[in-house]
């Protein structure tokens, strides 16, 4: 214990912090393995979170969902209408149907699938495993390979835009006609046709070319790594009309735009490197790629193009349309440079023909903000539902398409609409979720709600105080219900949608496991902002062996970006990293500053051109200095902060901005630099063209500020941010002289943020700069040593 002390002062000293007398060792072995448990694949093994995924079978009022539970898995279905809730299938009779067919051993209580899709009347069931697809008949329990397609983005999605596709396996490259008579397919960048009664193969496009590809999106550097290849496979992004007449599509013109490169410097499969360029928009950029929608009747075999401007690309994939339902009008969404005007417009799909159907324009001090934008087109198209920070908070208005006007603002209040649920076009009833409108409760809280389209009868649907996360039934009669607090154990019901009734209980959660162990769930709290009037609001977590009478470090997890908010509202905060960094010795806290989103227009604005504020702004020092005087056992002498991706940024330039309070930051795949990340992240808030505002607020220029402890990571191979966003912060770096720590993740994409060595090496680096001792030697997250502690360097 004297030499660990005498380690503890020298390390703590080289940082400039002190150590509290009081303070014994912490980070040892054992509290490594107590941290490990609480890691997302452990925890499994100690919590149920009884939250349900509900699948509704079309044309029914059932659905089915998975229950995961601590030693089994067992797909369930339900019958809304009867209340019923048995098993989907045997599952017994089918992990022996399954062995016997795959020629591998599989358990009852361990199908190797997660997701299924059932046929009519629930008689089959098809399902994936691993490269394989199986269908089983429920009455035989016969089970054979199948071509069919298994495909949970189509539950989803139906013959809407093409997703970026799992890079593990490739996407189907054929997109059938709703009538399953044709599919479309792209050949040498050119649209093309297959009549699957004839064979016949029509070409639509005669002009694509390398890089002027038709039905073809963006495609992310992540497919040409997987695939190994710049010519990457992809779903064509084709848009047939629901008469299975005419397709809908765009040309994507890459031609004459500067491309990066990423660089596999350790490929799996051989030594050489691999070199990948492609198209990634900055702020910088000016001549953008663009995607040309038009318009190809199938049956005239004709081409129809769209008198829209072509639409400037701001990052990976294209734009998406939407069909009336009698196949004659098109929707899109446009979106101008900088976010000072998104607009919806409508195409006459027999001429090409296009009009304003929503003109949305930001102000001089706002931009308009896509990622809290809620939508939903209802009377074939001639009526949208629209939401708007128009009047200082998000809130819906109802427009007619045909003539760009709004009928009426469905609603409003000191409050935010957060999503569509279910519209009964019939009735004229929109089912909401919306946060902040209940006195007294948390305003990220979501709280379901219905309201006539011409903004009467408003009515509050769920009344539990709690976060709630619904699905509804297609028909609008009943909905799923999964309601929870970070500090409220998950309950998932089954409620009719007429007034919000529990018809079931469904699912809860058992925590009994963890709660065996010490644990307790994290605290929620509300303090107020820097300006002392603002009511912000964060969760604190604490280690379960918590001793009230020492002192203990702080760390804090920091995601600052406009885009929402990121504090936990729901009780899966039991699994966040945050409790496995506590119980290494720490008190951890994640809190919404001013700038992000969710709640009024004047909240977010504050990072309005201004994207340093969230740790450049005194509002997260404020909350730790009212919260220390709360728990006093919190010192605020040794604060270190960890971020991914913008979090990245966040907290490194915390520690550059305020090295009096912040000594140790672990950034990760972090944006340092605005004019270094995509366009349409950075732009949507900092405005465009770019201007001095991107220079201030650069890690790069902050560089020589550097006083404390700093340890840099990126993934190599980082679609999202490259990895040359963090090298240029290393070179301004050692330009000026400082020392830093930096690790390159071979074979990482951007999100490596819960990768086992990554989520060690930030352990580590807190225990030594924080905490003062040397971590356990070679302790491996996916499989603990259990040799006795020494005092190593884990760099």
């Not at 409790?579 to 989103?597: N, Y």
Request: glycine content about 6%; proline content about 6%; overall charge neutral.
């Amino acid at each position: 214990m004297i030499r660990m002390r005498i380690v503890a002062l020298f390390a703590a000293a080289a940082v400039g912090v002190s150590l509290p007398a009081t303070v014994e060792a912490q980070g040892r072995r054992d509290d490594y393995a107590r941290a490990q448990k609480f890691l997302n694949e452990e925890i499994k093994k100690l919590a149920y979170d009884g939250q349900i995924d509900a699948h509704w079978l079309h044309g029914t009022p059932q659905f089915w969902y998975l229950k995961d539970a601590l030693d089994s898995k067992e797909f369930l279905i339900v019958d809304a209408a009867s209340g019923s809730k048995n098993p989907a299938f045997d599952h017994q009779r089918l992990a022996a149907a399954l062995s016997s067919v795959a020629g591998r051993r599989y358990e009852a209580k361990a199908l190797p699938f997660s997701y299924v899709q059932f046929g009519a009347s629930a008689k089959t069931v098809a399902f994936a495993v691993e490269q394989n697809t199986f269908k089983c008949d429920l009455s035989s329990y016969q089970c054979a390979r199948t071509t069919d397609v298994v495909d949970e983005d189509e539950e989803e999605v139906r013959n809407g835009p093409p997703r970026q596709p799992d890079p593990a396996r490739l996407p189907r490259t054929e997109r059938f006609s709703p009538d399953h008579k044709f599919v479309a397919f792209g050949r040498e960048h050119n649209l093309w046709v297959r009549n699957l009664a004839t064979g016949e193969q029509i070409q639509l496009s005669k002009d694509g070319e390398h890089f002027y590809d038709y039905a073809t999106p963006l495609p992310s550097p992540t497919l040409m790594v997987a695939q190994g290849t710049e010519d990457v496979v992809q779903a064509p992004a084709v848009f047939w009309s629901p008469d299975s007449k005419k397709i809908a599509t765009y040309v994507m013109d890459q031609r004459n735009f500067p491309r990066l490169t990423i660089t596999q410097s350790a490929p799996p499969d051989q030594f050489r490197p691999k070199y990948f360029s492609y198209a990634y928009p900055l702020p910088v950029d000016f001549n953008l790629p663009t995607s040309k929608l038009v318009v190809f009747d199938v049956t005239r075999r004709k081409r129809i193009d769209v008198a829209g401007k072509p639409l400037t690309q701001l990052y990976y994939g294209g734009p998406s349309v939407e069909w009336s339902d009698d196949s004659r009008r098109i929707q899109y969404r446009e979106i101008d440079r900088g976010y000072q005007g998104v607009r919806v417009n409508e195409i006459d799909a027999a001429t090409g023909a296009t009009h304003v159907a929503v003109d949305e324009k930001g102000g001089p001090d706002f931009l308009v903000d896509t990622s809290i934008l809620v939508t939903r087109a209802i009377s074939d198209g001639r009526e949208r539902i629209w939401s708007s920070e128009r009047d200082g908070w998000n809130h819906f208005y109802l427009y007619d398409t045909q003539t760009a006007a709004v009928k009426n603002q469905i609603t409003k209040g000191d409050w935010v609409v957060r999503s569509i649920d279910h519209v009964d076009e019939k009735a004229r009833v929109l089912y909401f979720s919306a946060g902040g409108r209940e006195a007294g409760r948390d305003p990220y809280f979501r709280h379901v709600y219905r309201v006539g389209l011409d903004g009467t009868s408003l009515t509050l649907l769920t009344r539990e105080d709690a976060d709630h996360a619904v699905s509804f039934s297609p028909d609008g009669a009943y909905f799923v219900d999964v309601f929870s607090r970070v500090d409220l154990p998950t309950v998932s019901v089954l409620r009719r949608a007429q007034d919000g009734q529990i018809l079931k209980e469904l699912e809860k959660a058992d925590v009994s496991k963890l709660t065996a162990m010490g644990w307790k769930p994290p605290e929620p709290f509300k303090t107020k902002a820097a300006d002392g009037t603002t009511d912000l609001y964060g969760v604190i977590w604490r280690p379960t062996n918590l001793d009230p009478a020492k002192k203990y470090a702080v760390i804090e997890n920091i995601y600052t970006g406009p885009q929402g908010a990121f504090v936990p509202k729901t009780f899966a905060a039991f699994r966040h990293q945050q409790q496995a960094i506590a119980e290494l010795g720490f008190i951890t806290v994640f809190v919404d500053g001013r700038g992000t989103a969710l709640r009024s227009r004047a909240f977010r604005a504050f990072a309005y051109h201004n994207l340093g504020f969230g740790s450049a702004s005194n509002d997260h020092i404020t909350v730790f200095k009212q919260m220390a005087a709360k728990y006093p056992y919190l010192d605020l002498t040794r604060v270190g902060v960890w971020g991914h991706s913008a979090g990245g940024y966040d907290s490194t330039h915390a520690i550059l901005t305020h090295p009096e309070f912040y000594k140790v930051a672990v950034s990760s795949a972090g944006c340092h630099d605005n004019r270094m990340d995509k366009a349409t992240w950075n732009e949507q808030w900092m405005g465009w063209p770019v201007d001095k505002h991107y220079e201030e607020q650069s890690n790069y220029t902050l560089a020589e500020r550097l006083q404390g402890k700093l340890f840099l990571a990126h993934g190599d191979v980082d679609e999202n941010v490259p990895i040359p966003a963090t090298i240029k912060l290393v070179d301004a770096l050692v330009k000026a002289n400082k020392d830093f720590d930096f690790l390159i993740m071979p074979n990482r994409p951007h999100g490596f943020g819960n990768d086992p060595y990554f989520v060690r090496r930030r352990w580590d680096y807190f225990v030594k700069n924080l905490l003062g001792i040397d971590p356990p030697t070679g302790f491996n997250i996916s499989q603990p040593r259990t040799t006795s502690t020494t005092q190593a360097d884990p760099r």
